[in-house]
């Protein structure tokens, strides 16, 4: 008797195991992420910094601050580059989006690794409180959307058309739930 009340407890045990480590996996993918997106964070101050004080000419000037990164040369662990309106030297062009790109690190699982995740910034209008992409006239205090694989958050924060472009590669179960 004493024997099938051990198989019993290896059982359950195996079964919460079977749970547990598939959920532990992911929340260590997870921690590896918020490194990447922490990282991001002082790109969307000085983003909003810019903007604030002297609107898209701003956002342009923070934007070529804030954006590095080189191919072989990551940032940190898990951030290969953060690149902000990539390209753009025209403030009338200049949107404040900053995308996060991890590194290949062998810690990330494959579908995590050299993936981005996408940061929108966008003001709110203080009647409607509908979202309102950055350009030059609008004012406001900004706020931010951010994508991976799926924008459903960004999408409840702001409308379609913004959201779309919070769109990112990294999966979804790998972002916070902010970025989900």
Do not use: H
């Amino acid at each position: 008797m004493d024997y099938m009340w051990l198989m019993i407890v290896v059982a359950i045990i195996g079964i919460l195991a079977a749970v547990a480590i598939p959920a532990y996996q992911d929340y260590t993918v997870r921690a590896k992420i918020s490194e990447v997106i922490a990282a991001g964070g002082a790109a969307k101050s000085a983003i909003s910094e810019g903007f604030q004080t002297n609107g898209m000419v701003g956002v342009l000037s923070a934007s070529q601050a804030v954006t590095k990164g080189e191919e072989g040369k990551p940032i940190s662990k898990y951030l290969e580059s953060i690149v902000a309106d990539d390209g753009v030297t025209d403030p009338e062009e200049a949107t404040g989006i900053i995308t996060l790109t991890t590194t290949d690190d062998a810690s990330l699982p494959t579908d995590a690794q050299q993936a981005t995740i996408v940061m929108v910034p966008y003001v709110a209008d203080p009647d409607s409180g509908a979202a309102i992409v950055l350009a030059a006239g609008v004012e406001g205090s900004i706020q931010w959307a951010c994508g991976t694989s799926t924008i459903t958050q960004a999408t409840a924060r702001t409308d379609a058309t913004i959201a779309a472009t919070a769109t990112g590669t990294l999966p979804a179960k790998f972002a916070p739930s902010e970025c989900r």
